[in-house]
């Protein structure tokens, strides 16, 4: 049978809400979300989020993948470019994005996700790369911006209180 992304995503979607109905924390929402999608999406070879962590700067939070790197500043490359513009960077060769950051040479095609909370802050950008060129389409786009919303900009979220 062939792969299709709607229904990986229609899928994916309706366990994020059963998992994710009670829960308000914004670790346990990237975290769960990056779990169910690298499982169900066999062309997400490093999926993650980076969080906005002072003005300007981001800094990696919860992935699933080889190393990413750890601080990267906004403009810079295509997480830093969703983290400028607060839109989605869909990127079909990441070789010819203008200082795109080659966290792992594997790395050929990319889509970046802003992610905002109710108030519409940038809280973070949430990052998954392919391995192979133009992996993502419209299709991911939609489902990705619908679930980034669904799940902080439209849900009570709160951060962890150490
Ligand atoms: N490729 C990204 C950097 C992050 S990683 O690939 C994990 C970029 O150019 O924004």
Redesign the pocket.
């Given at each position: 049978m062939t792969f299709s992304k709607t229904k990986a995503y229609e899928l994916s979607f309706k366990q994020l809400q059963n998992l994710l109905k009670t829960e308000d924390n914004w670790i346990t929402k990237m975290s769960t979300i990056n779990c169910v999608l690298k499982t169900n999406f066999p062309y997400y070879f490093?999926v993650?989020f980076?969080l906005v962590s002072e003005p300007q700067k981001l800094i990696?939070g919860p992935?699933q993948?080889t190393l990413?790197?750890l601080h990267?500043d906004f403009g810079?490359?295509?997480?830093?470019?969703s983290a400028k513009t607060r839109e989605t960077q869909l990127v079909e060769d990441?070789h010819a994005?203008p200082?795109?950051?080659?966290?792992?040479s594997a790395?050929n095609s990319?889509i970046?996700v802003p992610v905002f909370d109710p108030q519409k802050n940038l809280i973070a950008v949430f990052?998954v790369?392919s391995t192979e060129k133009a992996s993502f389409n419209e299709t991911d786009k939609i489902w990705l911006e619908k679930i980034l919303v669904h799940f902080f900009e439209r849900s009570e979220i709160r951060n962890l209180n150490f």
């Open positions: 490093w993650g980076y990696v992935y993948g990413g790197c990267i810079k490359g295509v997480c830093g470019a990441v994005f200082g795109h950051i080659a966290c792992d790395s990319e970046v990052d790369d």
